[in-house]
C-alpha cells in the first residue's frame, strides 16, 4: 500500500517537471499589435484640426484689416487739418494786409486837410508881401499837422536835457558839458525822435555832454 503511494508521488512529480519544462519552452505571446482603425480613432484628422486654425487666421485678418482702417482714417485726418491750418495761415497773411492798407488809407485820408491847406498856403503866398502873415499861416497848418499825428498815437520823444538813454536815443557825438549836472545828458538834438503808441517809431539823434 505505501509502495503505490510513493511512486503515485514520484508520477506526479514528474508530471509536474514535464509540465514546468512545457511552460518554458513555450514560446512568450507577443503583445496584440493595435490595429489602424484604433490608431486612426486615437490621432484626430487633419479635417477635424482644420476648423480651430480658421478662426485665428480669420482674427489676424481683421486685426490687420482694423489697423490699416485706423491708418486710413488718421492719414485723412492730419489732411484735413493740414488744410484748414493752411487756409487759416493764408487768411491770416491776407487779414494782416488788409488791415495794413486799410490803417495807412486812414492815415493819409487824415493827412489830406493837411494837403488842402498847404495848397491854400502857397497859393495865397503868391501875392502876399506880409512875411508875418505866411509865418502865421505855417504856423497853424503845422499846428493842425501835429494833431492829426497825435490822434493817430504818435508822439514827439523829449530828449534836450534828460539823461542819454540807448531805449529812446542814438549818440552821433559828444561836446564838452556846459556844466557839470549836464555829463551824461542830451545836449542837443540833432534829429527828434517819436513814439508810435508808446513804441519807439524813431530814435532820437542826439549830442551827449562829457
Known sequence: M??????NGRASKKEKDMNTEEMDNKPETQPEEVQPETAQAETPSSSETQPEE??????????????????????????????EFDNFRKRTIKERADLISSSTADVLKDMLPVIDDFDRAVKANENVDD?????????????????????????????????FDTDF?????????P?????????????????????????SKVVIGQ
Do not use: C
Not at 503845422?142 to 514827439?156: A, D, M, N, Q, T
Open 2 to 7: 505505501n509502495g503505490r503511494i510513493v511512486e
Open 179 to 203: 556844466s557839470e549836472d549836464m555829463k551824461g545828458k542830451v545836449v542837443d538834438e540833432v534829429e527828434k525822435g517819436y513814439l508810435l503808441n508808446d513804441k519807439v517809431l524813431r530814435f
Open 54 to 83: 480658421a478662426p485665428v487666421a480669420a482674427e489676424e485678418v481683421s486685426v490687420e484689416e482694423k489697423l490699416q482702417k485706423e491708418v486710413a482714417e488718421w492719414k485723412d485726418k492730419y489732411t484735413r487739418l493740414f488744410a
Open 169 to 177: 536815443h542814438e549818440a552821433i557825438t559828444s561836446f564838452p558839458a
Open 131 to 163: 512875411i508875418a502873415v505866411v509865418k502865421e499861416g505855417f504856423v497853424l497848418i503845422h499846428s493842425k499837422f501835429y494833431k492829426k499825428l497825435e490822434s493817430k498815437g504818435l508822439k514827439p520823444i523829449d530828449a534836450t536835457g534828460k539823461p
